[in-house]
């Protein structure tokens, strides 16, 4: 029997557990902010450092090194928005344009939103209660329902000559 009180622990420590999780996630988030390599800090990102998540800007240093090293941007194929539909990332194109502008920087908008670092305070709370999953099936113990009783047939014996006799008076 499970008592009221059981239940009510039960969730308490769920939703202890799950306001713990969200606070490491955001101190996570935060950290992202804070810990910024000093590669990432150069003109190209200057309006985005610290407000987009830094592996889109990684990306986007690597696509500076590898099609843009010779500084000659004469060679780029034609824009087809691929990496802007696929991964909503801006593409060499848009990179291209920044360095050749004068002290250009990426914008926020470049980048879609699932990029950008919200500040803390924006983000919506969140319901810890949704979080709770269904709990796992556990496998009853004990004979399996619909077995037949096995006993019963080997205890069964012919009745004694006592018994006999008290039957029949
Ligand atoms: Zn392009």
Not at 1 to 22: C, E, F, G, P, Y
Not at 49 to 57: D, E, I, N
Not at 132 to 143: F, V
Not at 145 to 150: K, L, M, W
Request: with cysteine; charged share 20%.
């Amino acid at each position: 029997m499970v008592s009221t009180n059981d239940v009510v622990i039960v969730v308490n420590a769920l939703v202890r557990t799950l306001k713990d999780q969200h606070v490491a996630r955001k101190v996570v988030l935060e950290c992202a902010k804070v810990n910024l390599p000093i590669k990432l800090l150069i003109l190209l990102f200057r309006n985005v450092v610290g407000k987009v998540a830094p592996q889109a800007l990684h990306r986007m240093l690597d696509i500076r090194d590898k099609q843009l090293s010779t500084g000659v941007a004469t060679a780029l194929p034609p824009c087809t928005n691929m990496m802007k539909d696929s991964m909503g990332l801006p593409c060499v194109h848009v990179i291209d344009t920044y360095l050749r502008a004068n002290a250009g920087s990426l914008q926020v908008t470049d980048f879609h939103l699932q990029w950008h670092l919200q500040p803390i305070a924006t983000l919506p709370p969140l319901d810890p209660c949704l979080q709770i999953q269904e709990p796992d099936a556990i496998q009853p113990r004990g004979r399996p329902t619909g077995a037949t009783a096995r006993r019963a047939r080997t205890a069964r014996r012919e009745p004694s000559g006592f018994e006999n006799e008290e039957a029949s008076s």
